[in-house]
């Protein structure tokens, strides 16, 4: 299984940016991707949940209604629009999969917001 995150940057408050966690190696259409963000200091905090077929995204309270997640499965890919970002959206974010009993995340990527 193998995930790689893209599309961190610098953004001004209020600006949006679309993150991209392309997956491998794993039923994509089948199975739950999760995206997660980790502030210095801190633990991982979830964030979002994109569902396979049949079911509604999960979000957290911090980031609902402001942040869609959605997957191309021709692409085996799942995305995160963010938008209306603050300083607090600060992290690097991550995405995740449980599969066959083992956990896997990529690497992160990077989102500072400037106030």
């Known amino acids: 299984v193998q995930l790689e995150e893209s599309g961190g940057d610098l953004v001004q408050s209020g600006g949006f940016l679309r993150l991209r966690c392309r997956t491998s190696?794993?039923?994509?259409?089948?199975?739950?991707v999760d995206w997660y963000r980790r502030v210095p200091g801190n633990r991982r905090e979830w964030i979002a949940t994109s569902r396979g077929p049949g079911y509604v995204a999960n979000y957290a309270a911090s980031v609902e209604g402001r942040f869609t997640t959605s997957r191309d499965n021709a692409e085996d890919t799942v995305y995160l629009q963010m938008s209306n970002l603050s300083p607090g959206d600060t992290a690097e974010y991550f995405c995740?999969?449980?599969?066959?009993?083992?956990?896997?995340w990529g690497q992160g990527t990077q989102v500072t917001v400037s106030s």
């Open positions: 995740h999969v449980f599969w066959r009993l083992s956990h896997y």
């Open positions: 190696g794993f039923t994509f259409d089948d199975t739950d």
